[in-house]
């Protein structure tokens, strides 16, 4: 199935791009790619899905990170593949998280690539 929304694919043991101290110009020019996603993922895509696991609405501050890191790491040691939740950037958009440790990940394959050249807008709200 393939999903439209945003896909990030985290290793488990690896801190993200943003966690390193890195930001977009850091890694312009890059290719952004679209997946077709046949996978199972947790739907926190709700604030009553999200208050389930004791989340809030996510918001751009990396200081509330630690918490949806906790539930995203008890999600893939309870075998999930990945969760479906609402986008920091974007708040009436969803995001998908696939979970890997092997590339590409299982049930997910690249549909097809475009070169981002320079670095896009930053996102209305984003501190």
């Not at 850091?26 to 952004?32: A, G, T, V």
Request: with cysteine; hydrophobic share 40%; net charge neutral.
């Amino acid at each position: 199935m393939t999903r439209p929304f945003p896909f990030w694919m985290p290793r488990p043991s690896k801190a993200s791009t943003a966690e390193q101290g890195f930001s977009p110009q850091d890694h312009i020019p890059h290719d952004h790619h679209r997946w077709s996603l046949d996978v199972e993922l947790a739907d926190l895509a709700t604030e009553d899905r999200l208050a389930a696991v004791g989340l809030q609405m996510p918001t751009p501050y990396r200081q509330t990170w630690a918490a949806y890191q906790q539930v995203g790491l008890r999600l893939w040691e309870d075998g999930w593949t990945g969760v479906v939740a609402p986008s920091v950037a974007r708040p009436k958009s969803l995001i998908a998280c696939v979970f890997m440790t092997d590339w590409p990940p299982t049930g997910c394959s690249p549909l097809d690539a475009r070169t981002t050249a320079a670095v896009p807008p930053r996102p209305r709200g984003m501190a």
